[in-house]
């Protein structure tokens, strides 16, 4: 059992991160301070519940970018909406309401994707233009800083409250219980329940899953309309967060939650990945960036480190499937071995 | 899945006489109906549409785009995706453009000055070969996913760029640079002039010579292309130094025409506007038409100012393009499905 837990993927990027951490922790000692573990956690609370909800999808075999703008337009339309009525209340009709546009946005890429046979990556290229233009178009191209009357305390919702020594007074946000629910449900669907052993067999091989008797296109659906219910969860609790309602939020940043759940080791190809191996390669990506402010280097080139860091991490596992292959090690990886 | 009616020919056309010509398939057909309906329907709504100013303003937007898809197709042809591509044209631009500015002697001589120009010009050029270089050995010797190596390389050469300018745009570049940017030959704008001249060079590359042959047999398939003696890591190495190139032209084309040198010109945007491209254009890998990408180009820049002249004084209105584009992506793919005739159907 053990031994079966060293040889994962999630092991290696666990001790990837443990070892960044320390290193780090080695060069500046204000690293190990409760006010980065919650800084950390805070920042990577939307790119959790956003990761969570492309993995299905990836361990399907597919690729979509567009859960980003399904977030942005979501929150951004909500607001637009509940705004102009003069609404003074809380933040549950947000999360309601978005949910539910997020939900219709997701299906419609699942649908496409079923309907007319098409790559997944091609329909959430086509709706990722589209819903960020209609954003800016019929929405608006402006951020919008007044919120409810309501919904200002939220920011201030901590679940814990810590005093750090070098920063004062800090807190954990109270939406890191949505990342931890929705990573446990997320965990129990893919391994506990038929649609998500269906999701494993789909990305392992299409065509077997059909005649095993998975309702692939049903399935297909049902993963669609989670990751569009998520980017909104991440689009309305980003924007409370921060304070305000931006109409291309996250639009620079598919590619970098995609490159977290890859980090994690799910597989491009499909048939592989696990909720615990995204939330590591959240974390990894995370504590990179902040790790590099820790550790003194300027932030001009900070994003020279950070590319250098992906190279080594891309390329390591790499080299590792070489070697092993040449070795005549490697047996093709099968949807179960998870 | 998309079936591709197109595969059984393609050892056989390869082997034929090799006819100089633009094959002409249904996606063809299909981009020259949508772009001629396009024209017609801006032509009839908007007075300044077909005027020749705005066809001139089209004619020198649209190659920085376009130029950059072709760097995009060539490794989607070959099985693989860039994702550094507008990452490589900014560093290029940023290099040369510090080049110049640093070096190049206050009280220089227009001559001296045309000299240095044409020297940061090609070491432009060097710097996209570098990059190809680099992005080959990942993916190609090391064997790190085409998605990831590029994603890692796009961050690094940004982060290149970040700490050399310290995030500062580069300008004050001598005048001789604007020529490519704002001058015309014999009336057509010379960055469209450029941009039919690697569009026909990624033509020649891809069908009429035996590395063209290569990358699409390992596209296609790439453990029988191996099978059948072609060194893929080697036609690999080949295909991202062809991509790094032509996104370094792209960085000639940003520089020249905004006479400025920027870090995030374009950003993530640009390189996923270069994937619309070749989806638009039907690109897959083992499989593509060059004439596509130029007409998916022409298309996207039609869209983009024939909503900008119709809905001239609307507020955001340069932004209904981006909604626009993505609508008429889907309602490709829809036309394409039943044009197909339903074919490849698995349930």
């Known amino acids: ?338 | 899945m998309q079936s591709n009616p197109e595969k059984p020919t393609l050892l056989g056309r390869s082997q034929a006489a090799r006819p100089l010509r633009f094959q002409i398939d249904r996606q063809t057909v299909l981009l020259l109906g949508v772009f001629v309906v396009l024209v017609v329907f801006f032509g009839v709504r908007s007075r300044t549409f077909l005027t020749s100013r705005s066809i001139t303003s089209m004619a020198f937007q649209l190659p920085e785009l376009g130029v950059l898809a072709l760097a995009m197709i060539m490794t989607i042809i070959s099985g693989g995706i860039n994702l550094s591509v507008n990452a490589t044209s900014n560093l290029a631009a940023v290099l040369a453009g510090l080049f110049l500015v640093r070096l190049l002697p206050h009280e220089a001589t227009p001559d001296q000055a045309t000299l240095y120009v044409v020297i940061a010009l090609l070491l432009m050029l060097a710097i996209g070969v570098l990059t190809g270089i680099i992005n080959g050995l990942l993916i190609g010797y090391i064997g790190v996913p085409p998605i990831l190596a590029t994603l890692a390389t796009m961050t690094f050469f940004t982060g290149i760029s970040t700490g050399i300018t310290g995030g500062k745009t580069v300008t004050g570049f001598p005048d001789q640079v604007s020529v490519i940017g704002s001058k015309t030959l014999a009336g057509i704008p010379i960055p469209f002039v450029i941009f039919v001249i690697v569009t026909i060079i990624a033509y020649l590359l891809l069908f009429q010579t035996s590395f063209g042959f290569k990358i699409r047999m390992m596209g296609a398939n790439p453990t029988a292309a191996s099978f059948t003696g072609i060194d893929n890591k080697a036609i690999i190495m080949k295909v991202y130094i062809v991509s790094g190139v032509f996104a370094a032209v792209t960085g000639i084309l940003v520089m020249s025409r905004t006479m400025s040198a920027a870090i995030e010109y374009g950003s993530t945007t640009y390189v996923l506007l270069a994937i619309l491209i070749s989806v638009l254009a039907n690109i897959t890998p083992g499989f593509g038409n060059v004439f596509n990408v130029f007409m998916a180009v022409l298309i996207l820049q039609v869209l983009s100012t024939g909503f900008n002249t119709v809905l001239l004084g609307v507020s955001g209105s340069s932004f209904f393009k981006d909604f626009s584009w993505g609508v008429l992506m889907i309602l490709i793919f829809v036309i394409n499905y039943f044009l197909q005739g339903r074919k490849g159907q698995q349930e």
């Open chain 1, 1 to 338: 059992m053990i031994s079966k837990i060293l040889k994962t993927t999630e092991f290696s990027v666990f001790l990837i991160l443990v070892g960044l951490c320390i290193v780090v922790g080695l060069i500046n000692p204000a690293f190990f301070s409760i006010s980065t573990v919650f800084d950390t956690l805070r920042a990577s609370i939307v790119y959790f519940i956003m990761a969570f909800g492309l993995l299905p999808i990836v361990i399907a075999g597919g690729v979509d970018i567009s859960f980003v703008a399904i977030a942005a337009v979501t929150a951004y339309a909500t607001h637009k909406l509940l705004s102009g009525q003069g609404y003074q209340g809380g933040v549950t009709l947000y999360f309601v309401i978005a949910c539910a546009l997020g939900v219709l946005m997701g299906l419609l890429n699942g649908f496409l994707v079923n309907r007319f046979k098409l790559i997944i990556f091609n329909v959430s290229l086509a709706t990722y233009t589209m819903w960020y233009g209609f954003n800016l178009f019929f929405m608006g191209a402006t951020q919008d800083f007044n919120l409810p009357k309501d919904t200002v305390g939220y920011y201030g919702n901590f679940i814990l409250k810590a005093n750090d020594p070098n920063v004062g007074e800090t807190g954990l946000h109270v939406s890191i219980l949505y990342a931890i629910f929705i990573g446990l449900f997320v965990w129990w669907f893919l391994r506990y329940t038929t649609i998500g052993r269906g999701v494993y067999a789909i990305g392992g091989n299409r065509s077997v899953a059909i005649r095993s008797g998975f309702k692939v296109n049903r399935i297909m659906l049902i993963v669609f309309g989670l990751m569009g219910l998520l980017a909104a969860v991440a689009g309305v609790t980003q924007a409370f967060l921060s304070r305000n309602f931006n109409p291309v939020i996250f639009i620079n940043e598919p590619l970098d939650v995609l490159a977290a759940v890859i980090l994690g080791g799910a597989a491009i190809t499909g048939g592989r990945g696990t909720v615990v191996g995204t939330v590591l390669g959240v974390l990894l990506i995370q504590v990179i960036r902040r790790a590099l402010i820790m550790a003194g280097i300027p932030v001009e080139w900070q994003r020279l480190v950070v590319g250098l860091i992906l190279i080594l991490f891309t390329s390591l596992p790499a080299l590792n499937e070489r070697r092993l292959r040449r070795m005549g090690h490697v047996t093709e990886i099968t949807t179960e071995a998870q």
